[in-house]
Every structure is written in C-alpha cells, then in structure tokens.
C-alpha cells in the first residue's frame, strides 16, 4: 500500500519469460580503468543468484526544497515498499543548478544508493574530484574523454545483488557531440558481466531520443527511465522483452514552480524576454518517482507516483 499522498500513476506487470541477451573499449567511460580508479579495486563480481529487487527512483532534485522533502520522507517510504535499491538524479540540488560534494554526501548518508546526473552537472568545480573519487555518483558516459567522473557504475543492494547504473545524456537539443547510441551497447556488454540488474538513466530532452532507446535495450537491462524535462510522463509501463520504461519519471521539487524556478520570473522572462536570475521556489514540493520490481534482471511491474510533501 501507498503511503498517504500517493498519486498512483499507472502501473504494468510481465509474467511472461523475457528475452535472454545474447569498458572499456569505450574511451568515453569505465568502471575499471577509468579516471578517479582506486589503486587494486577488483571487480564486483555476480552475485548468482536470481534477485528479486524493488529498486526505486527519484526524479531530478531540486534545491534545498527538494532535497529536504526526500530526506524526510525516503527512510519511511524504504521500509514500507521494502526498498531495495535507491537511485536519485542529483543534478540540480546545488540551488537548482549542479551538484556540489557535500550535499551529495548528504544525500547518499539519508537513503540515496547512486546519484545520477545530467548537463548541469558541471554548474558546481567544486564536485569534479568527488565525480572522479566517490563511485556512488555518476555522469553521463557520453562526455568527452577526459572528463571527470564515469558513466556506469556496480553497487550492492540491500540483498547483497549488485545492480549497475548506466547514465546517458541525449544528444538531440543537448550538445554532447555523442550519441548515446553509439556508446550504449559497449556499457550494457561491460554491466552485464558486474550485475544482477541493469538502470539506465538517459538525461535527455527529445521523447523521440528516449522512447527508441527504451525500444533498443528491451531485454537487455532492467529499466530504462528518462530525466531532465522536469515533468512526469504518464507512459510508465513493462516493454514486451521485459524492460521496465518511462519517457520522464519527473521532478522532485517545488510544486508550484516553472520546473523548479519561482514562476513569476519564468513568466516574467516570456513576457519581456530579457534575462532574469533564476531562483528555487519555495512552498510545498512535489517529489516524482518510479519503483521498479525485477527478478532475474528483468522487470516484472513499474510504479510512477507522487507525493505532494
């Protein structure tokens, strides 16, 4: 059962047998050479077994409002869904543009098991030796060599399974000089060899760009689930190979807002068309997300709700 406030938003199941699928290479990412490695870290290994996992995720945080209200209420909402695993797109926490070290670790220290991330996440210098040291954050693998940080990432649940994290950004209207699909089946060969269960999160602002890669990775990876717009799609479902999908899982921030930003400036910016600073709204937040139940590596149902806090 919900916790109260919940919207259920929709929700699909598949029992049905999923398609079996059948790095480094890339110079744009990896998780065993690539910047920031710790000196004789060994790879995560398979855990064998057939893992049954709730794994849930928080639409992009932003500010303080944001971040505050999924503190608060992500420790309750763990032990009641019995949370497995937490993924939470931290790019816009730093005051809605960014994500700085500390509050990234505050975040990780309340529930967070990987933080993601998108084209804001280089707003904030300060993060850029934490994207190389901490394992637990990741950027878009997609980002020009030599970047700071990785774009995939294995890290146990709360079942000892080891899910990895695979985070993209698109290429349409989002200037990355690289398309995500160029790179994407290099990433996914190199998770399936670490984990029991596969989450993409493509960053991107096309639906187009999303929906095909939703369409391209069914059966290969637990859940393919798209961030940046801000606002929640209502196309949450289970692909015929078993891949959980979700165009945009949405936002988790003011409610009433212009994505986040006081709306009077947004409004006030299509009237005149003059640039105005952007600041965080305030009042009560919106906190978006989808939980993902899988087993085997395949998903079996998702959820996108929300929860006005």
């Known amino acids: 059962m919900l916790s109260p406030?919940?919207?259920?938003?929709?929700?699909?199941?598949?029992?049905?047998?999923?398609?079996?699928?059948?790095?480094?290479?890339?110079?744009?990412?990896?998780?065993?050479?690539?910047?920031?490695?710790?000196?004789?870290?060994?790879?995560?290994?398979?855990?064998?077994r057939v893992a049954?996992?709730?794994?849930?995720?928080?639409?992009?945080?932003?500010?303080?409002?944001g971040r505050e209200a999924l503190l608060r209420w992500l420790?309750?909402?763990?032990?009641?869904?019995?949370?497995?695993f937490v993924i939470a797109n931290g790019e816009n926490v730093a005051n809605g543009a960014g994500i700085t070290s500390k509050l990234a670790l505050r975040l990780l220290a309340g529930g967070v098991d990987i933080l993601t991330t998108g084209n804001h996440v280089w707003r904030q210098?300060?993060?850029?030796?934490?994207?190389?040291?901490?394992?637990?954050?990741?950027?878009?693998?997609?980002?020009?060599?030599?970047?700071?940080?990785?774009?995939?990432?294995?890290?146990p649940a709360a079942d000892g399974s080891e899910?990895?994290?695979?985070?993209?950004?698109?290429?349409?209207?989002?200037?990355?000089?690289?398309?995500?699909?160029?790179?994407?089946?290099?990433?996914?060969?190199?998770a399936e060899e670490l984990a029991d269960a596969i989450v993409v999160d493509l960053h991107a602002e096309a639906t187009s760009e999303k929906v095909a890669m939703g369409h391209y990775l069914d059966g290969r990876v637990t859940a393919v689930l798209?961030?940046?717009?801000?606002?929640q799609t209502s196309d949450a479902r289970v692909l015929p190979g078993g891949t959980a999908y979700m165009t945009d899982v949405g936002m988790t921030g003011p409610l009433e807002?212009?994505?986040?930003?006081?709306?009077?400036?947004?409004?006030?910016?299509?009237?005149?068309?003059?640039?105005?600073?952007?600041?965080?709204?305030?009042?009560p937040v919106r906190l978006d997300a989808a939980l993902i139940s899988a087993e085997g590596g395949r998903a079996t149902g998702i959820e996108a709700f929300e929860v006005i806090l």
Do not use: W
């Open 163 to 190: 899910v990895a994290v695979i985070n993209l950004a698109g290429e349409l209207f989002m200037n990355t000089g690289l398309s995500p699909f160029r790179i994407v089946d290099r990433l996914v060969e190199e």
């Open 75 to 84: 420790p309750g909402f763990r032990d009641e869904r019995a949370v497995d």
């Open 125 to 155: 210098k300060e993060v850029y030796a934490f994207l190389v040291t901490d394992e637990r954050i990741v950027r878009p693998a997609n980002y020009p060599a030599g970047a700071p940080g990785r774009g995939l990432t294995v890290r």
């Open 257 to 283: 807002s212009v994505i986040g930003v006081r709306t009077d400036i947004i409004v006030q910016r299509f009237l005149t068309e003059l640039p105005a600073q952007f600041e965080v709204a305030d009042g």
């Open 5 to 48: 406030g919940v919207q259920l938003r929709e929700e699909h199941t598949a029992h049905a047998a999923a398609r079996v699928p059948e790095p480094q290479s890339s110079q744009h990412v990896g998780i065993l050479s690539g910047p920031g490695e710790r000196p004789g870290r060994q790879a995560p290994e398979r855990s064998g």
């Open 52 to 65: 049954r996992l709730h794994i849930l995720f928080i639409g992009d945080v932003f500010g303080q409002p």
């Open 226 to 231: 798209g961030t940046h717009t801000h606002v």
